[in-house]
Nanobody, 121 residues
Framework: QVQLVESGGGLVQPGGSLRLSCAAS????????MTWVRQAPGKGLEWVSD????????YFADSVKGRFTISRDNAKNLVYLQMNSLKPEDTGVYYC??????????????WGQGTQVTVSS
């Protein structure tokens, strides 16, 4: 059974950092593209970042490029989202998702329950 569990969210001041983790079970993350998506209060889902299977090419939304890093630990079956220089507009629920393909398609087979990130002074 495929399961994704996010953790690491919380309250942080503007300019601060957080590292989100996504613990995967029931499949091997290195064989699928993995994605982080967020949802700000009262808004729709926003794609944040992808990491491919294999060599792990990464992709980022313009809104987070240069501030966020995505990575994975294949041995632990974990996906990370390192978030630096956080801004209030980064506030939202962050979801980890498993793509149906080794490369990003935007079609997801599984989602986690989400972790709340709040950036506020």
């Amino acid at each position: 059974q495929v399961q994704l569990v996010e953790s690491g969210g919380g309250l942080v001041q503007p300019g601060g950092s957080l590292r989100l983790s996504c613990a995967a079970s029931g499949f091997t993350i290195s064989t699928y593209s993995m994605t982080w998506v967020r949802q700000a209060p009262g808004k729709g889902l926003e794609w944040v970042s992808d990491i491919n299977s294999g060599a792990g090419s990464t992709y980022f939304a313009d809104s987070v490029k240069g501030r966020f890093t995505i990575s994975r630990d294949n041995a632990k079956n974990l996906v990370y989202l390192q978030m630096n220089s956080l801004k209030p507009e980064d506030t939202g629920v962050y979801y980890c998702a498993k793509d149906l393909s080794p490369v990003p398609t935007g079609i997801f087979g599984s989602w986690g329950q989400g972790t709340q990130v709040t950036v506020s002074s």
